[in-house]
């Protein structure tokens, strides 16, 4: 596999006059089930031909911030890491500026820099930059190259770092002088065993089982920790067997199919009003896999305070951070609900779980309220408008040509609210991508998502025109490429979020940049008050 006249191949792979380091790199991440690296290339050519020979694909994309954005939407379709490449300097300093939403959202990826040769270190060299600071906020993990003999040994446990545990971004440095250099590579580098992930004790579990017995409004609140412990389909069953409604928070949108009879929609500042107001008259709230913050509690404002919470997470320092709960249980997401599943299958085949009369009728309750709520969102989104185009219609015209498994990619601001609130994912685990809070994040997403994306499974994006003028440069991506991936673009010739922030907070009084030569298009951006 090598290019004329560069050298003779040694065992099918790397040529003899080929730097070790580089080729001990690729194939770290080729063994650790890396296929593919999103990038802007530097001038780190050994380790471009390392990859190529290692059957690594390159995805360059038009900026350090879009290869980002893609990796990180890759990672989450597919719930394995994605690497990311930059190189030193502006490169690098791209890479860690455009990470926030992977973190936010605990997107195991892995972003692989180089820097300055050892050798010129801390002599002003052209485009040297004190890179793991800039990293510090955004990771979990950082780990320097300091020795050839050990790159490919880093690397690999920099993948493995950023699946484990909490999933979240990584960092890693690699000297350029390192990454040309000869040492002995290591005999493999793939991991020798997956850690089990924690399972709750059997005494939380009684006392979440007790909990749900004694409540007479419970509701399961499902985050992005279902989704990432790949637990849809347990957490369906477990809300299944204890007849409990389903609430979601945006992040974790798909851990029960929203066609389901238990599932209540979305709930928190992205949601629909009867979500929230569901939330709000329960009396007891298990939240699973979420961390309660404000985007998921409407800015801490539910569950009511008077419910009785009980919080599931991996991270303990995560449990009762932002608001007190009657007990914390460390324990991944999939675990806690086979193990809720297990106790309750159990008391019910020993009578010992007698029927809760007040759990059907709160179920019922909901779903009427569930079902008046769509049919007044049918009503607003068949409504005829004047002026513009109701994005409500839009979502609704979108979930009758989108397939069950088809993706959506929402950017932040209302297409975040349209897409979390509006559009129902028919099929459970990840097929709703929401920006965690970065705007422009849609656009390259659903090309990394479409490249994710399984046998005839659609990628689809919404973005407002702010949003897609961030990374409009990656039109091109898409074509070179060749992502089919379909991006619907909400023109409204403005910031929306700001514009109305304006009508409602300060009378109307607008503050528009001079240089508008249009006025504002007609955009009713006001999800109805009635939906």
């Known amino acids: 596999m090598t290019e004329a006249g560069s050298g003779t191949a040694v065992d099918g792979r790397r040529p003899a006059d080929a730097p070790r380091v580089a080729y001990a790199v690729a194939r770290a991440l080729k063994e650790d089930g890396i296929d593919r690296v999103f990038l802007v290339t530097g001038g780190d050519l050994w380790l471009w031909r390392a990859l190529r020979d290692q059957g690594i694909q390159l995805h360059l994309a038009r900026s350090e911030a879009a290869s980002v954005v893609m990796a990180d939407a890759y990672a989450r379709v597919t719930g394995k890491p994605a690497v990311v490449y930059g190189q030193w300097g502006p490169g690098a300093a791209n890479v860690a500026g455009a990470l926030a939403d992977a973190w936010w959202a605990r997107s195991p990826l892995v972003a692989l820099t180089s820097t300055v040769s050892t050798q010129v270190e801390y002599k002003f060299e052209y485009q040297e930059l004190d890179q793991p600071p800039m990293f510090q906020s955004v990771t979990k993990w950082q780990a ?117 009879p238990l599932s209540a929609g979305v709930a928190g500042r992205y949601s629909s009003k009867v979500a929230n107001e569901i939330a709000r008259d329960a009396d007891f709230i298990l939240a699973i896999g979420t961390d309660l913050g404000a985007l998921a509690t409407d800015t801490y404002t539910l569950p009511s305070p008077d419910a009785e919470v009980v919080q599931v997470d991996l991270a303990a ?41 007040a759990h059907h009728t709160w179920c019922a309750s909901v779903r009427r309220r569930r079902d008046a709520w769509q049919e007044a969102f049918e009503a607003v989104a068949r409504r005829p408008a004047v002026g513009h185009v109701r994005p409500e219609a839009i979502v609704a015209i979108l979930r009758e040509l989108a397939g069950d498994r088809d993706i959506l990619v929402a950017d932040t601001g209302f297409m975040g609210a349209w897409g979390g609130a509006l559009f129902p994912v028919h099929a459970a685990g990840r097929t709703f991508l929401r920006a965690a809070g970065t705007l422009g994040w849609a656009f390259p997403a659903v090309l990394g998502a479409q490249l994710a994306a399984t046998s005839g499974q659609r990628a689809f994006a919404l973005v407002g025109d702010g949003g897609f003028g961030y990374n409009v440069g990656d039109l091109e991506t898409a074509m070179r490429l060749n992502v089919p991936a379909v991006v619907i673009v909400l023109n409204n010739a403005s910031l929306a979020y700001e514009h109305v922030g304006f009508e409602h907070a300060l009378g109307g009084d607008v503050v528009v940049s001079k240089e508008r030569v249009a006025p504002v298009t007609t955009f009713d951006a006001r999800l109805e008050r009635d939906i």
Not at 214 to 231: F, H, M, Q
Not at 324 to 338: L, Y
Request: hydrophobic residues 45%; proline residues 8%.
């Open 317 to 357: 320092e995560r449990i009762g951070r932002t608001r007190a709960v009657e007990a914390g249980v460390v324990a991944d997401a999939g675990e806690a609900c086979r193990a809720l599943t297990a106790a309750l299958t159990l008391a019910t085949a020993s009578t010992a779980r007698p029927d809760n009369d």
């Open 144 to 260: 320097r190259v300091t020795r050839a003999d050990r790159a490919g040994e880093l690397v690999a446990m920099a993948v493995r770092i950023a699946a484990a545990g909490c999933p979240g971004p990584v960092h890693i440095d690699i000297p350029s002088d390192i990454l040309a250099q000869d040492a002995q590579p290591a005999a493999h580098y793939a991991p020798a065993c997956a850690p089990a992930p924690p399972a709750p004790s059997a005494s939380a579990v009684d006392d979440i089982v007790g909990r749900l017995a004694r409540s007479r409004r419970p509701v399961i609140l499902a985050g992005n920790g279902v989704l990432l412990a790949d637990a849809a389909a347990d957490l369906t069953e477990f809300a299944e067997i204890a007849t409990v409604p389903v609430l979601t928070t945006l992040g974790g949108k798909g851990a029960i199919p929203e066609n389901h």
